[in-house]
């Protein structure tokens, strides 16, 4: 099972952290990846982490703004979101993968983020 958590309103140029906690399966085995939709819009990938060295993958839109990490020990995945723009609001889902970029297996349910002012 995975549980995003963390969402909420922040205004723009603001910060929020969030969290997608493991269970039932290993955590350490797998890489993980955070998704966004907005209303009207498609899914899109924000980042990935791999579970193999920790390296980690952003889409161009989010690059310098936002930082994946995770604790394996903890068995949680986080994203951290700085200097958050009105186009960031979505609902946010994390993901699991054996590696970044082929299928997703696995999907926890979302976590609203809402940026405005």
């Known amino acids: 099972q995975l549980q995003a958590s963390g969402g909420g309103l922040v205004q723009p140029g603001g910060s929020l952290r969030l969290s997608c906690a493991a269970s039932?399966?290993?955590?350490?085995?797998?890489?993980i990846g955070w998704f966004r939709q907005a209303p009207g819009k498609e899914r899109e990938g924000v980042s990935c982490?791999?579970?193999?060295?920790?390296?980690?993958y952003y889409v161009d839109s989010v690059k310098g703004r936002f930082t994946i990490s995770r604790d394996n020990a903890k068995k949680t995945v986080y994203l951290q979101m700085n200097s958050l723009k009105p186009e960031d609001t979505a609902v946010y889902y994390c993901a699991r993968t054996r590696a970044c970029g082929i299928e997703y297996d696995y999907w926890g349910q979302g976590t609203q983020v809402t940026v405005s002012s």
């Open positions: 039932g399966f290993t955590l350490h085995y797998y890489a």
């Open positions: 982490i791999r579970s193999s060295d920790g390296n980690t």
